[in-house]
């Protein structure tokens, strides 16, 4: 059993314990290592000024190939085991050449008071190693503007950025992989990997097992432990100092938990598939999911950000909860006395609280992938159309029995940001497919919510905008 | 192509140093600010006692520390640390001290404090309601308003809800203060104005100005948020280092930066507007009314520069404006980028579609018959001032005809007839945007210039950076003057022993005033040694002090003439290269050339080496003041300005009927910027200041809780625009203008006036949300932003109202 967390940063192997596990990584490379470049402007994985990049090599993944970006603001050093990491401070050839994305921001002048720059810059290089990856020879601007989404600049306009990314000679450019990387670290972070971790000390105790079956020993023993799998929302609730991460377990040596598979109609995945992974996966099997992905968090977050995570921590406005809800998926947990399945109209309780039982850990999520005639369509709204937490969100599906599109076969309307929970409109679900008479179930509808006004909408704009969402399917899926 | 930001290379590399970015000493302390949660109570007891369980926090301090615990810009009403009575939410109350950041934070959780709540006022309705004012409201008025007013043929009055807007500096407030020998102070901070960051730090620790030196190497944006509001947070991090004798270092979170801080002047205001058949303005009697906040700071003349821009562009006979400044219990607002500027020009840019509307015409033309022209009285001001180097007319023009605007209106209102699923508008608006300080004793500004023995040189002056690249500017123009490249010279970080009694960098002013005072003390230099290249063309090579030095076998070169004494920077200068010469002698390419001998051209850096030699100062210090500022404040006459920056932009808006959001399709600028030192540094503020008004009027949404706390206070709740929200089409060409005589180089400041073009992202929203059949006889109800939400509840009322 290991009691190190192990990592390499910007080619150097770091073995750190304890006190500098507890960081969080944009601290610890600022304020423990001195590597200033990168800046902390919000603490919440929201502006990107925080980019490092990040490989981790472990398992089949779309991450697991190349560099990219997280944030480093919202992950523990502990997180970082068996990773490989780059930070702006490095990126600079040693002979004092800049890299081609720097360069392109010096030229176009992507760069003003240059507090974000950093971060764009790592961002931009995170886009850099994907298309070099694919072989692919320009970037864009919509590309630029896509892998750019979770920095936010305040002085440029963007204007100029999005000129550095399109003017970057992909050709000239020599991956991070490949200044970064050696066989060496290869094998080194391997058997790192397949070795258990343990930090247990007063202050801290992070707490890594190889399998499934000492997690859930392990949690039977100390249910106050927290299962970390991504961080990106414990890591912002210890920012902004309402808990402290000092009791953790984490999944992240579980090769298994990274699956994700067909088998038939049948979609499964673990509880450490990233947004990235499943968005990737989805592309073709489910396009509807996949392109709501698309408006889902900034790279930054979905790089790292588990899908499972955004179930687990029911929050009422997460995004994949409702249309999880329409897909109809099964919750697969497990504890030491077995597995369950929990469907998920089950699975939300109240407010952040969910059908999990003390001792239980979700494993798996898997769902059926509706047939070519269900119509399917996921909205979300949020204040700002990219890299924003929705005010409402709304999945529905929808088959139609024969084809004068009279009659209803089945539907689920599911929402968020209307309730303390994600929710299923069973009544207006009923009502439709008794008979199909959109007028009165409009009505039924909104008897089924009270939502609050918060600073995300109003009461009667989320009544408003859920109504006008289910018009708008049912005109559409009428056509 | 222009040359980058001066520190581009560095900002890229993360090498550049910011505050919070200095090496943390051994025996450094973190201060953080325990902060009210309440708008209005009376502070009945606070107890410290758990905060300072934990080993790790050192001390705490409270107002009662401080000598002097009030200060203020413009009226010293403000506490530092409030004692008794907190006036917002967000107010501080005290400052622990501990050994890292994490414990001082949590620590400010274990703070128990009782208060006893006073009735708040929230809102400029509140504050109207119970008189709770600043100073008593001011008044500028031209002509006969009542009774043209009465007389006029069509009439309209309305209302105009202009809300908040934060800064989002990515750089939160920081500083670090450093307790030398002998009681002094040094003090890093990120601020716009170092001068007054060491005057208040050594007003409220009781100490001479002498004893604290303000640094300011680069802050990581600015904006106006840290014009004034950076010297509070200095003074706390100053107040810790000098009781605890250790390095104090206070770099506030986000949030905390949010909540505590003020933003720009959220505005109500009144307008009766009479005009006639064409749409030609008539009479204007308009009453603004701006929320101060709690305190004063700088929002009187914020409100003063609101009724200075309530004409925008356009020429109103007969026009009445009164600017109330209401006190309420919120954080104390304060400048930002315009300066109660957009305030007044969204104010006049709204009368204009209403009448328009009303008439039925297309705005473009109501705006093109009231602008500016330089025919008889229609170039004067309300406030007096002549509209000169006026190219308003020229800017519509062209932008019109380039951006294709008749066929675009044409084709939007054809498509909004039947498209159910998004209403299109498209917008174009002006902006003449007065530069100078409006106050005239801020309207001064000083530089040093050192030409090292290398031929190097360094520039300090009063000006701060911010991203802005106002030091890149001031090394081209002294460069450009000495014949040298930028990267031989250098600007340094602001000091106040370097640079003292300077003004912010503010009001866009910092290139005109600290570029004009750097170019004047080169000039001063170039004196010298073009003379003294003069004297040598007689003197033999072997003969000169390089050659001698140190045997004294030469005469000095003695210099005969006085040193130059001049404040217009543009005097003895070429118009077209903007450089001066002495004695005939030009400064090249790194060479110092007589015209006639050119055989005898010496290299700069040996020209400098043999002034040295001689004795002759190669260092010099200038003052510059802006000439001409003549505005009496108390009859609201005179010229306020120096010159104004024009411009024009169009704006194409796409609003989805489904959710009310609002996508921005297409934006063509067209700027005045007269003769830009760094055209794509100037381009770059352009876009900038465009985006982020956009965010004013688009998404920018802050939201407070009853008790006047901000709830919207860090980026997940606060949407400023991503680069996802940039137009689609974005065009910027600057105006050819060889014409502005008034300042530095025939530049003209860039700083604040695009910002302003933004309003046409808002007019444009309001002509989509207009052309609904159900506004045919009135007009829609939007306000300053335009979220999504007032978006469509502008555009179906009836349907909200019915959850309301």
Redesign the interface.
């Given at each position: 059993m290991r009691n190190k967390i192990i990592f390499y940063l910007n080619g150097i192997r770091k073995e750190v314990g304890a006190k500098e596990s507890s960081m969080m990584l944009a601290e610890y490379l600022?304020?423990d290592q001195?590597?200033?470049?990168?800046?902390i402007?919000?603490?919440?994985g929201?502006?990107g000024?925080c980019s490092v990049l990040r490989l981790f090599p472990h398992n089949q993944s779309v991450d697991s190939h190349n560099y990219v970006p997280i944030n480093s603001c919202i992950t523990l050093v502990a997180q970082l085991d068996g990773s490989s990491l780059v930070?702006?401070?490095a990126?600079?050839e040693k002979d004092g050449t800049?890299h081609e994305?720097?360069r392109a921001?010096?030229?176009c002048?992507g760069?003003?008071?240059?507090?974000?720059?950093?971060g764009f810059?790592m961002a931009l290089t995170g886009l850099v190693e994907e298309k070099l990856s694919k072989k692919e020879k320009t970037i864009d601007p919509q590309e630029?503007?896509n892998g750019?989404?979770g920095?936010?600049?305040?002085?440029?306009?963007?204007?100029?950025?999005?000129d550095a990314a399109t003017s970057i000679d992909l050709d000239k450019c020599r991956t991070i992989k490949e200044r970064f990387y050696s066989e060496r670290q290869e094998v080194d972070l391997t058997k790192v990997y397949a070795e258990s971790l343990l930090i247990e000390t007063e202050d801290f105790f992070y707490y890594a097992p190889k399998t499934m079956k000492e997690s859930l020993a392990f949690l039977k023993d100390y249910p106050d432990c927290r299962i970390i799998g991504s961080g990106t929302d414990l890591g912002?609730v210890h920012n902004?100092?309402r808990t402290q991460l000092t009791r953790l377990l984490s999944l992240h040596l579980i090769s298994k938990l990274y699956e994700v598979d067909r088998n038939g109609d049948e979609v499964t995945f673990g509880a450490r598939v990233s947004h990235t992974e499943f968005r990737h996966f989805l592309k073709d099997k489910v396009p509807e999911f996949s392109r709501y992905l698309d408006v889902f968090a900034s790279p930054q977050i979905k790089n790292t950000g588990t899908v499972v995570g955004n179930i687990a921590t029911a929050s009422p406005i997460g995004d994949t909860p409702p249309v999880l809800l329409a897909l109809n998926a099964t919750i697969v947990v497990e504890s030491m006395s077995g597995k369950r399945e929990i469907p998920i109209d089950q699975f939300f309780l109240a407010y952040r609280k969910t059908a999990i039982q003390h001792g239980e850990l979700i494993t798996q999520v898997k769902f059926k992938v509706p047939d070519a005639k269900s119509h399917l369509r996921f909205f979300k709204?949020a204040?700002?159309?990219?890299?924003?937490?929705s005010a409402i969100n709304l999945a529905m599906r929808l088959k139609w029995k024969g084809d004068e599109k009279k009659e209803i076969d089945e539907l689920i309307i599911a929402a968020g940001g209307l309730a303390s929970t994600p929710i299923r409109f069973l009544k207006t679900e009923e009502a439709l497919k008794k008979s199909f008479d959109l007028e009165a179930a409009v009505k039924i509808l909104?008897s089924e919510v009270k939502p609050i006004s918060d600073?995300?909408?109003?009461?009667?704009?989320r009544?408003?905008?859920l109504?006008?969402?289910v018009r708008?399917f049912f005109s559409e899926a009428s056509v | 192509?222009s040359l980058?930001?001066d520190?581009?290379?560095?900002?890229?590399?993360?090498?550049?140093?910011?505050v919070?970015?200095r090496?943390?000493m051994r025996n450094e302390l973190f201060a953080d600010v325990f902060y009210s949660t309440r708008a209005h109570a009376l502070i009945k007891r606070v107890d410290f006692t758990e905060a300072l369980n934990d080993p790790k926090v050192i001390a705490i301090f409270t107002g009662h520390d401080f000598a002097h615990n009030l200060w203020g810009t413009i009226f010293k009403d403000q506490p530092i640390l409030a004692t008794d009575k907190v006036n917002y939410a967000g107010e501080g109350i005290a400052i622990i001290v501990a050994e890292t950041r994490?414990a001082a934070?949590?620590a400010k959780?274990k703070v128990i404090i009782e208060y006893a709540d006073l009735a708040p006022v929230l809102t400029i309705e509140e504050a109207k309601k119970s008189e709770s004012f600043i100073i008593p409201a001011r008044k500028i008025e031209r002509g006969s308003v009542e009774s043209v007013l009465k007389e006029s043929p069509l009439s309209l009055k309305g209302k105009i809800i202009i809300q908040g807007h934060d800064?989002?500096?990515?750089?939160?407030q920081a500083s670090i203060a450093y307790p030398l020998e002998d009681g002094q102070l040094e003090i890093h901070s990120s601020s716009q104005h170092p001068t007054e960051t060491q005057h208040v730090v050594a007003h409220a620790l009781g100490l001479p100005d002498k004893d604290v030196v303000c640094q300011v190497k680069?802050?990581?944006?600015g904006?106006g948020g840290k014009e004034s509001q950076a010297a509070p947070f200095a003074a706390m991090a100053a107040l810790a280092a000098i009781k605890m004798k250790r390095p104090v270092r206070l770099c506030l979170?986000?949030?905390d930066d949010m909540i505590m801080t003020g933003k720009r002047n959220p505005f109500e205001n009144e307008y009766k507007v009479g005009f006639d058949q064409e749409g030609k303005i008539l009479s204007l009697d308009v009453k603004l009314f701006s929320d101060a906040g709690a305190y004063a700071d700088l929002s009187t003349s914020i409100m003063e520069r609101a009724m200075l821009h309530i004409d925008n562009a356009y020429f109103i006979p007969n026009l009445r404006v009164t600017g109330q400044v209401c006190r309420t219990n919120h954080h104390s607002h304060t400048a930002f980028r315009g300066f109660g500027g957009p305030q007044g020009v969204a104010t006049i840019e709204k009368i204009i579609e209403e009448i328009a509307h009303f008439l039925k015409k297309d705005p473009i033309e109501v705006r093109k018959l009231n602008l500016y022209t330089d025919e008889g009285e229609r170039n004067t001001t309300h406030y007096g001032q002549v509209v000169k180097n006026n190219c308003l007319g020229r800017l519509f023009h062209e932008l019109e005809k380039s951006c294709d605007y008749k066929k675009r209106r044409h084709e939007i209102e054809k498509e909004n007839k039947h498209n159910k699923d998004f209403l299109r508008g498209i917008s174009l608006t002006p902006v003449k945007f007065g530069i100078s300080f409006t106050t005239r004793f801020l309207n001064q500004g000083n530089a040093l210039v050192i030409v090292h023995n290398d031929g190097s040189v360094q520039i300090a002056t009063g000006a701060t950076e911010?991203?802005?690249?106002v030091n890149a500017r001031i090394a081209e123009m002294v460069t450009s003057e000495l014949g040298l490249t930028r990267k031989e010279a250098r600007v340094m970080p602001t000091r106040t022993d370097k640079n003292a009694n300077t003004s912010p960098t503010a009001a866009s002013s910092g290139t005109d005033i600290n570029g004009a005072a750097a170019l004047l003390a080169t000039r001063k230099i170039k004196k010298r040694l073009s003379e003294l290249a003069l004297k040598l063309l007689d003197i033999p090579k072997e003969k000169w002090a390089s050659k001698t030095a140190g045997l004294g076998t030469q005469a000095e070169v003695e210099l005969k003439t006085p040193d130059l004494l001049e404040n217009d920077p543009n005097a003895g200068a070429e118009w077209q290269s903007g450089k001066a010469s002495y004695f005939e002698i030009q400064f090249e390419d790194g060479w110092v050339i007589h015209p006639k001998h050119l055989e005898k051209k010496i290299e700069f850096k040996y020209l400098v080496l043999e002034a040295y030699l001689n004795r002759i100062s190669l260092s010099d210090y200038a003052f510059y003041k802006i000439p001409g500022i003549e505005f009496n404040k108390i009859k609201g006459e005179g010229d306020a300005f120096l010159y104004y920056t024009q411009g024009v932009a169009c704006t194409e808006v796409k609003l989805d009927q489904?959710?009310g959001?609002v996508?921005i399709l297409r934006t063509d600028i067209l700027m005045d910027l007269g003769r830009p030192v760094n055209e794509?540094?100037d381009?770059?503020q352009v876009?900038?200041?465009?985006?982020?008004g956009l965010g004013w009027v688009t998404?920018e949404?802050l939201?407070y809780n009853d008790q006047g706390l901000l709830?919207?206070h860090?980026?997940?709740?606060y949407?400023?625009?991503?680069?996802?929200?940039?137009p689609r089409i974005?065009n910027?060409e600057l105006l050819e203008n060889d014409e502005n005589f008034a300042n530095v180089r025939g530049t003209k400041a860039v700083g604040e006036p695009p910002l302003l073009l933004a309003v046409s992202a808002w007019t444009a929203i309001n002509d989509a949300i207009r052309q609904l059949p159900r506004y045919i006889a009135s007009y829609p109800e939007l306000r300053i932003p335009a979220?999504?939400?007032n978006v469509?509840?502008a555009m179906?009322p009836e349907?909200?109202?019915?959850?309301?």
């Open positions: 600022r304020y001195c590597l200033t470049g990168t800046k402007v919000c603490a919440e929201d502006c000024a930070t702006v401070d990126l600079k800049l994305t720097q921001m010096v030229e002048h760069s003003q008071c240059g507090f974000c720059t950093p810059v630029a503007k750019l989404t920095n936010l600049c305040r002085c440029t306009g963007y204007r100029s950025i999005i912002v902004k100092r709204y204040n700002r159309k990219d890299l924003d937490i909104h600073l995300r909408a109003s009461s009667a704009y009544h408003v905008l109504e006008n969402y708008k | 192509m980058p930001h520190f581009a290379h560095t900002h890229v590399t993360g090498e550049s140093e910011f919070d970015d090496p943390i994490e934070q949590r959780q800064h989002f500096y990515l750089e939160s680069r802050m990581g944006g904006f979170t986000k949030d911010m991203g802005q690249g489904l959710t959001e996508k794509d540094l381009m770059g876009s900038g200041a465009y985006i982020q998404t949404n939201y709830l919207s860090a980026p997940s709740t949407k400023i625009p991503s680069i996802q929200d940039t974005f910027i979220t999504s939400e469509l509840r179906m349907r909200f109202k019915e959850w309301e």
